[in-house]
């Protein structure tokens, strides 16, 4: 045998990464087929990245979708608040 040859056990990184990525685009299309609007999905997202560890990462994800979840509420209250006195 040759002392070059090389045995591989396992799933080496990268082949490790693909099939988490595989799997990540799997779970994105069952959502997408569940039949979701752009809110939700924006909620969704929101909600994912307050569940990610890395703490940088979170608060940037969550600093730029929050704005954009939470100003239609102020602007749905707005409307809402008008009062017509005739």
């Known amino acids: ?13 990268e082949e490790k990464r693909a099939i988490e990525s ?3 685009r799997e779970i ?4 997408i087929k569940f039949g979701i609007n752009q809110h939700q999905l924006t909620k969704i ?3 994912l990245a307050l569940e990610l560890e890395d703490r ?10 929050r ?4 100003s239609e509420k102020d602007k ?7 009062i017509i006195t005739e």
């Open 56 to 65: 940088i990462l979170l608060e940037t994800l969550s600093d730029v979708l």
């Open 45 to 47: 997202i929101y909600l």
């Open 22 to 24: 595989l799997q990540a």
């Open 1 to 13: 045998m040759s002392e070059n040859t090389v045995k591989k056990y396992g799933e080496i990184k």
């Open 67 to 70: 704005p954009l979840l939470f």
């Open 76 to 82: 749905d209250k707005k409307t809402r608040s008008s």
């Open 28 to 31: 994105v299309q069952e959502i």
